[in-house]
Every structure is written in C-alpha cells, then in structure tokens.
C-alpha cells in the first residue's frame, strides 16, 4: 500500500517563516501527508519544528511559500478548517483557575460535533481528575487534557506538538496507542518530537528538520537506510589504527576515533564485520567494547547534527577528528 | 487512559455558532471572575464606594449655576467609575492573565473568531457593569431625590458607547502590559485622565473654557456627558450628536488598536 498516492490532506509547498527582528525560523520546506497518514516532524530545539506546525494550524501567515489544510489555506479560510482540525499546542493553554471538567465544557462550546466530554477525558484516563483544577495538574496530566480537548471533535486532522514530552514511560505508551488507533480509524496525524523512539515506532513518514530545512525525509526505514552503520571498538594496546588491514576493500566508508575507541562506518554492515573479525582472530587480538550496530534513527539523527556542525566549524579548531569523520561521512552519504 | 478505543455511538453536538461559542467562553470566564478575589474587589465593591469619596468635594461646588444636581453628577460618577473598574481595569488584567497563561492562543486553535475568544472574555464583567449601573440608578432614583431619566435613550446610549469603549481600550492597553502585576500600573493613565478630565470628579462647566474643551475630547467624556445630561434631559440634539460622533471615533480607534496591535501570545 502506497499511503502517499492517496489524498493528499496537508500540503506545504517551500513554506518559509521569518519572525519580527528577521529571524528566519523555517527556510523553505515542502512536504505532504496523505490520509490516515501519520507524519512526524523530528529535530532539535530550535529546529523549525513548532514554527513549523503553527504555520499548519493557521496560527500565522507563512513569509513565503503556501500550505494546504484539507484542501484551503489554514490561515485565510480559519473558518472552513478549523472545524476538521485538532490542535495540541506545544505547552499549556488552559486556564488555571478552571477544572478539568469546566475547562472541557467550555471547549466543548467551542467545538462542531463534540462528542460527550466525559468519554474524551475517560480515553485519556482523566475521568476521574474531572473536579481537579488544573493548576493541580501534574505536567503530564495537563498534556492529557490537552489532548483530550483536541480530539474533542473528532477531527479529521490532528496536530499535535510534543504530545508525549512531560510523560513517563507508560503514558507515552498509551499516548502511542491513542494515536495508532485514532490513525487506524482515518485521522490524520501530523506531529512534531524530539524522542527519536516517538518517530521511528509511530511514523508513517517523517522529516528531520534542521535550521528550517527538511534534513532527511520519507518512511523511518528509508531515512535510516540512507546511513552507514556502524562499527566501533577499542584496539589493545600497542596496536594503532595503522595496524588495520586497508579498509576501503573491507566495505569501510569512513572512520574516525572518540577517545580510545575506533570508529568505522559502512554501508555493508556483514561483510565489513566479518572481515574485521577475521583479521582480529588472524592476529590473535581482542578487540574490546565491540558494538556492531545497524543505522538507526538516532544515527541519521546525529548525523545530520554532526554534517552541519561540522560545515559552520572553521578548520583547526580543536576538533579535527571529528569534522574528519563528519567529512568522510557526509561524502559516503 | 487503557483502552483506546475511540469510535462510540455516544450524541454529538450539532455545529456550533458564534453565540453558543460566545456563551461558553462567558461562563468560563465568569467563574474564574467569581474566583478571582482582587478582580472581584476592583470589579464588584471599588465601583459602588468610590462615587461616596466625591460627596463633599461636589457639594461645595456652586452646581446649581449650571443647572446640575448633586444626586445625577453622583449617579453619573458611579457609572463612570463602574466602566473604568469593572471593565476598564479588570479587564487589562484578564487580557493579560489569559495571554500569558497562553489560553489566548490556545483558543485561536479552535472554532471561535478573534472577536468571539475577545468578547467571551469581556461578557461577564459588561454583564457586572451594567447590573452595577440599574443598581445605582435605582438606589439614586429612590434616595437621592432626583427623579426619572427625562432622555432615557441618550443615557442607554452613553452606558453602551462607554462600555464598548472601555473594554476596546482594555484590550489595547494589556497590548502594553507585559504582566497581570504590572497592569495595575498601565491601566492608571486612563483611570486618571477620565476620572479628572472626563466629567467624573468634576463637571466640565465648572473648568476654564479652554480646558473644558479639550477635556470633552478625551475618550470617555462623551459617554458620561450622554449618561448625565441623558438624565437631566438638558442637551440638544446638536449636542447629542456631536457626543455620539465624538465617541464613535473613539470605539473605531480603539477596534482599530486592538485589530492591528494586539499580541495574542507571551513575547518569546
């Protein structure tokens, strides 16, 4: 099943946004996400990640470049989407001074189709907080009223901005499960996180931002298949790297070292280990803190960090091994 | 929070209006008023004790020279201080609460205009200002001797203008406001220049020529003329109209302010 040939509900074509003072937060992204499809926007702080999702719930006009929203400009036509959307801001939002139930009722008084507040509260395990203020709310407990109240309407687009960030372990499970169930019926799920485990288990697709432009986009499989794996171990002493076999013809596409440990990277993760292995047994050595690992998320992750980092360092300061290896790594990509 | 199960067979709500989404954001925001102990104080009690501190400054005026009375100018100070108060000054405050708890912004994520989460917010204590003006009516009509409206449309008009007004010009000054603390500081500009300037503390014909004029500009003295001479029956129609017009503006410019300036979230 092809997801992306189906309706297209969200469409951003070279969205840009600059805030007063001239600071351009997202530098011309294009993305879409089809129905039923969850798509997770994933980057560091300061990414571009909420400028960029505000620009999706309607919250401002983007600085250049155009967003669709079911088919209508989220920003200019608010009443025609706003009805169909569900929207979990980054923080907060509700007043203090109201509880949980008060606090749904009014939303729900705001809310086409709204459905009992009761069942919504009962679905993220808040029934029974319903005459707690929120100001007692636990942090976590506030991102499951907020999230509540976005899916108070059952939308057909649902945003929601570091939904699980605040939660323990469990509650970002059930979160999880909420969203995988609600994307099983249709709903549409665009989110954004900073927990790469959040993405590569929920994601349908995803994109990594970076200082406003997508780094790496499409299925978790295919942004981490893009990556070298890695090889790394500690060398005994007296040995030296140079002591290593020619590592081009090992499958090797670029190494460096972190402290005493050595590190290979390579697109053919078998073939490269064998070969290393062979020789260690060869030559009687025990090469210890061995971790053979496949690509993963986190990888292209820090990858994409490292690559940019590396660019904006000028030569010779102090971390020359590492831009080496962000070098090497960036051409082997 | 255990099982997701999502789709129920339970009754949804039909498509909501704007004065259904009006009438939720009001009953939200009047229990947290009713909650709020110092926005009670200032909104409830300051308006109805305050018109007392002018008593004997008034009575030693010659009022009967300009063909005023002490009961309507005391009548017309509690409505002028009900605006300034219950709306003007809670209200600074309650713009600023809501938007630096981010409920502003959070309320723009939905259904409800720019105009419905604004006016939601302003309901409840409108609805305090004009149940505290038929109080003080009432209580002025029977104690203090003064008779019946004698132009009873001019005087509606002058309490509706001034309380568009003051919550207009709230909205803009919480613009200006950076924290629900420092709103008691903003919003005191207003609060003095209307309450001597406009009319309030003391009658615009007791001041020098020069200086009634230019105080009959400020933005709030067109609506007390209207509610005091609304009572007394001693404007024209010429009068009235140029109040009317003169106060207008004022409403088109604080719209004004708020549509193009207002911050709906903290700065960053």
């Known amino acids: ?333 | 929070m255990s099982t997701p199960t999502i789709a129920t067979g339970a009754a949804r709500s039909g498509a909501t209006t704007p004065l259904g989404r009006l009438r939720a954001l009001s009953r939200a925001e009047f229990t947290l008023l009713m909650r709020n102990r110092s926005a009670v104080i200032t909104a409830l009690f300051v308006p109805l004790l305050l018109p007392f501190s002018l008593y004997q400054g008034m009575r030693e005026m010659d009022l009967a020279a300009h063909g005023l009375s002490l009961g309507v100018l005391m009548l017309t100070a509690g409505i002028g201080f009900s605006l300034l108060f219950a709306v003007y000054a809670t209200l600074v405050a309650t713009y600023v609460s809501r938007r630096e708890e981010l409920v502003l912004k959070r309320l723009r994520t939905g259904e409800a205009s720019d105009a419905e989460v604004l006016g939601g917010t302003a309901m409840p204590v409108l609805a305090v200002s004009l149940a505290q003006t038929l109080l003080m009516a009432v209580a002025c009509a029977a104690l203090l001797d003064i008779g019946a409206p004698k132009a009873p449309h001019l005087l509606v008009l002058g309490v509706v203008l001034g309380a568009v007004l003051c919550a207009a010009l709230g909205a803009a000054t919480a613009r200006l406001t950076r924290t629900v603390e420092s709103s008691q500081v903003s919003s005191l500009p207003f609060l003095f220049v209307t309450m001597l300037g406009s009319g309030m503390a003391v009658p615009t014909e007791v001041m020098p020529d020069r200086m009634a004029a230019v105080c009959e500009l400020l933005p709030l003295s067109p609506a007390i003329r209207l509610v005091r001479d609304g009572w007394l029956g001693t404007m024209s129609a010429g009068e009235a109209l140029t109040a009317v017009a003169t106060a207008l503006v004022w409403v088109v410019l604080g719209v004004f302010a708020v549509r193009r300036w207002f911050r709906w979230e903290p700065r960053r």
Request: glycine fraction near 12%; charge should be negative.
């Open chain 1, 1 to 333: 099943m092809d997801i992306s040939k189906g309706e297209q509900v969200i469409e951003v074509t070279d969205l840009r946004r600059v805030y007063k003072g001239g600071y351009e937060a997202v530098r011309g992204i294009s993305f879409s996400v089809g129905r039923g499809e969850i798509f997770a926007l994933l980057g560091t702080n300061g990414a571009g990640k909420t400028s960029t999702v505000e620009l999706l719930e309607g919250m401002d006009r983007p600085a250049g470049g155009r967003v669709r929203v079911l088919g209508h400009d989220p920003y200019g036509e608010r009443a025609a989407v706003r009805p169909r959307t569900g929207v979990m801001l980054q923080e907060g939002g509700f007043p203090s001074g109201l509880t949980v139930a008060e606090t749904a009722r009014m939303w729900a008084g705001c809310t086409s189709g709204a459905r009992p507040e009761a069942e919504v509260l009962e679905l993220v395990g808040l029934r029974r907080r319903a005459d707690v203020k929120v100001k007692q709310l636990s942090g976590g407990e506030r991102r499951r009223l907020d999230l509540a109240l976005a899916l108070l309407g059952d939308p057909e687009v649902l945003f929601l901005d570091e939904p699980t960030t605040g939660l323990d372990a469990e509650g970002r499970r059930e979160t999880w499960e909420l969203v995988r169930a609600l994307r099983d019926q249709g709903t549409t799920v665009l989110l954004t996180t900073h927990y790469l485990e959040e993405a590569e288990d929920l994601a349908d697709r995803l994109a990594i931002l970076h200082e406003g432009r997508i780094a790496a986009s499409g299925t978790p499989a295919e942004v981490t298949a893009a990556r070298p794996s890695r090889i790394s171990f500690e060398l005994p002493a007296g040995h030296l790297p140079a002591d290593l076999p020619p590592l081009a013809p090992m499958g090797v596409v670029g190494h460096g070292t972190e402290g005493s440990l050595l590190r290979l990277h390579t697109c053919e993760l078998q073939r490269t280990a064998t070969e290393l292995l062979a020789w260690a047994a060869a030559e009687g050595l025990e090469l210890r803190r061995l971790d053979v690992r496949s690509a993963s998320l986190e990888e292209a992750f820090l990858d994409i960090a490292r690559e940019a980092g590396g660019r904006q360092e000028t030569p010779g300061t102090g971390q020359a091994i590492d831009q080496g290896t962000a070098r090497k790594t960036e051409k082997a990509s």
